[in-house]
């Protein structure tokens, strides 16, 4: 069985909801779910190619959706110019089956991997290449929204570091911005250490001098820095293989540099690599996955803070779905958090329609709690061909955006939701 890192390797290169929705149950499909949300509209590239991977990554904020197509024009080889990131914003009439607004690429990228998106700011991250097919130090693109909307634009400003090359040193597969947008964090290896750049006062810019490099914490692994969640101030990074079960380690940014506040673990520690392969944060909570725990099923760790603060501790609550229609589920792998922190959403290994293709969870009234059963299944409209669907997803306050690279020859889909 292939790693987790291989096989985001490999896939890169390949919430409360109407109470008036049916109740729906699929009877030997899966499992037993209150409802089923069918998209409002599937999202489509007017150039993609096969094998672009188009929805390998998704994002959303407020009613733009941004969607990441790694291998669009020779990303998979590293030509330059590989990958694109394609922008939808809502229409006035509410979103519906469309092309395009805009399409953000970068002449110096090798492969192009949608990182973040936050108010009027998207972060994607170039993997680097030599030339020759190996991977070199690659960097930070920073697009930022013209005054007079959206458009096809190259970067506002590359964020790299001075003095580093080789093939052995690059930039993680991930990077993190705050919702006040004056905040971006990458990870770079193999040193395991984190780049934080704050936005200068004139706007981003070009620059090869981080504002702050937070060292790995004793006991974390060499996977320290590759899953990131940022909000405000309060970093939230993942290490599945620290030992035992995986971790999450809890940091709150100033000028000054990094004050380490918690570091949370599972109370049932299970396997390695284990929870912190995925990792969202929404104020007072932070979600982490563990895709190889409960047989492979995967188990989302929820953790809200404590009133005195976040501390070292255990989970609040277990996500899970039993019955789930996949012998290799890897539930957690791609997960999400929506603003208010009240809805968890969950792609999967799902063999496509007409199995869904990820899942939400509804905090209950009295707060989160252990359950194996979701509140509703995303489903696809049949616009992808079963199989290979590894979804990837993100959540806003009123959208679930659902990308699914691998389907139809690796053109890749992308759904909308409403909740």
């Not at 979103?95 to 990228?109: F, G, I, P, R």
């Not at 006991?219 to 620290?242: C, I, K, N, W």
């Not at 539930?331 to 799902?350: F, I, K, Q, R, T």
């Amino acid at each position: 069985m292939p790693s987790l890192r291989a096989r985001v390797i490999h896939r890169l290169i390949f919430v409360a909801l109407a109470a008036s929705l049916a109740s729906v149950a699929r009877a030997g499909e899966g499992p037993m779910t209150v409802g089923s949300l069918q998209p409002l509209a599937t999202l489509a590239a007017s150039d993609a190619e096969y094998g672009a991977v188009f929805g390998a990554e998704v994002a959303v904020s407020g009613n733009v959706v941004a969607v990441g197509a790694p291998q669009q024009s020779g990303g998979e080889y590293c030509a330059n110019g590989g990958g694109a990131v394609y922008v939808y914003e809502k229409p006035a009439n509410g979103w519906q089956n469309m092309a395009q607004t805009a399409e953000l690429t970068s002449d110096a990228s090798c492969m192009m991997v949608l990182a973040a998106f936050s108010g009027d700011t998207i972060v994607a991250m170039d993997l680097g290449c030599t030339g020759d097919g190996f991977f070199d130090t690659g960097a930070i693109f920073v697009f930022v929204k013209p005054e007079g909307g959206w458009t096809n634009m190259e970067p506002t400003a590359t964020l790299s570091i001075s003095g580093v090359q080789g093939c052995n040193v690059h930039f993680a597969l991930t990077a993190a911005i705050n919702k006040e947008q004056n905040l971006i964090v990458a990870g770079v290896g193999p040193h395991n250490d984190l780049l934080v750049y704050q936005k200068p006062a004139g706007g981003w810019a070009n620059t090869d001098q981080p504002s702050a490099i937070i060292k790995a914490p004793t006991g974390s692994s060499d996977e320290f820095g590759f899953h990131l969640a940022l909000d405000g101030s309060v970093l939230a990074v993942g290490d599945e293989e620290t030992s035992p079960g995986g971790a999450v380690y809890v940091f709150n940014l100033s000028k000054k540099g990094a004050q380490p506040l918690a570091t949370l673990t599972p109370s049932n520690p299970q396997i390695i690599p284990g929870m912190g392969f995925g990792v969202a944060i929404a104020g007072d909570t932070i979600i982490a996955g563990s895709p190889l725990a409960n047989s492979d099923q995967g188990i989302i760790y929820v953790f809200e803070k404590p009133v005195a603060g976040w501390s070292t501790m255990t989970e609040t609550a277990q996500l899970s779905v039993a019955n789930i229609p996949s012998d290799f589920a890897i539930l957690g792998e791609n997960l999400a958090l929506n603003p208010a922190g009240n809805a968890v959403v969950s792609g999967y290994l799902s063999g496509g329609p007409p199995d869904s293709l990820g899942y939400v969870f509804l905090k209950p009234a009295g707060g989160w709690q252990t359950t194996s059963t979701p509140t509703y299944g995303l489903f696809a409209d049949g616009s992808g061909e079963p199989g290979n669907f590894d979804s990837a997803v993100a959540v806003s306050q009123t959208n679930i955006v659902l990308g699914a690279g691998g389907t139809n020859d690796e053109a890749g889909a992308a759904f909308v939701f409403a909740h």
